[in-house]
């Protein structure tokens, strides 16, 4: 058998409230922090798409008095509604329609201008690094310095048969 003493279950009952309240919509709310409402996802979701042209649930649930009398001529015969009661019981049950959903929005030109400053800051970057970081280009890279290297291997006759030798008239002094 469990005992336990009145000051252990004391404690304990003492450590579940502090849990409770700390947590609890009282002490956000005492710290100026709204509490965010939870959604059951458990419960039927609305979305507005074109593969689901049909929600789980209706736009609207909770309808005020003139939306409950349009809903119960909804159940009469249809000829007798007018063209915007029709629509008001359209937006009842859905939020958008289908050329609303379709409807391209503006958010290529976010995308765009996050891709471009990305870019700009990469080119920044890679301008600070080739003024700051990397050294100067070797002295071998000048046009100068491969003239001479080429009349080098040309004077040495470097792979006769097929390189650089092979192409050059030694007699003409020129590329054959």
Same mark, same amino acid.
């Given at each position: 058998?469990?005992?336990?003493?009145?000051?252990?279950?004391?404690?304990?009952?003492?450590?579940?409230?502090?849990?409770?309240?700390?947590?609890?919509?009282?002490?956000?709310?005492?710290?100026?922090?709204?509490?965010?409402?939870?959604?059951?996802?458990?419960?039927?979701?609305?979305?507005?798409?074109?593969?689901?042209?049909?929600?789980?649930?209706?736009?609207?649930?909770?309808?005020?008095?003139? &939306?409950?009398?349009? *809903? /119960?001529?909804?159940?009469?015969?249809?000829?007798?509604?007018?063209?915007? @009661?029709?629509? +008001?019981?359209?937006?009842?049950?859905?939020?958008?329609?289908?050329?609303?959903?379709?409807?391209?929005?503006?958010?290529?030109?976010?995308?765009?201008?996050?891709?471009?400053?990305?870019?700009?800051?990469?080119?920044?970057?890679?301008?600070?690094?080739?003024?700051?970081?990397?050294?100067?280009?070797?002295?071998?890279?000048?046009? &100068?310095?491969?003239? *001479? /290297?080429?009349?080098?291997?040309?004077?040495?006759?470097?792979?006769?048969? @097929?390189?650089? +030798?092979?192409?050059?008239?030694?007699?003409?002094?020129?590329?054959?």
């Amino acid at each position: 058998m469990l005992h336990l003493s009145a000051g252990r279950v004391g404690s304990l009952l003492v450590k579940r409230a502090t849990a409770a309240l700390s947590t609890s919509s009282a002490r956000m709310s005492s710290h100026g922090h709204d509490v965010a409402e939870t959604t059951d996802m458990s419960r039927p979701m609305y979305w507005d798409r074109v593969d689901l042209p049909l929600p789980d649930r209706p736009y609207k649930e909770a309808h005020s008095a003139a &939306e409950k009398s349009l *809903k /119960q001529k909804e159940k009469g015969p249809w000829g007798q509604l007018s063209k915007e @009661e029709q629509l +008001a019981l359209y937006r009842l049950a859905f939020r958008h329609t289908f050329p609303e959903i379709k409807k391209p929005s503006a958010e290529w030109k976010t995308v765009l201008g996050g891709i471009f400053i990305f870019l700009g800051f990469t080119g920044l970057v890679v301008w600070w690094q080739k003024v700051y970081v990397y050294p100067k280009t070797p002295r071998t890279f000048d046009e &100068e310095w491969q003239a *001479k /290297q080429l009349k080098r291997m040309l004077d040495m006759r470097v792979n006769p048969v @097929e390189g650089f +030798a092979a192409k050059w008239d030694y007699e003409k002094k020129q590329w054959k």
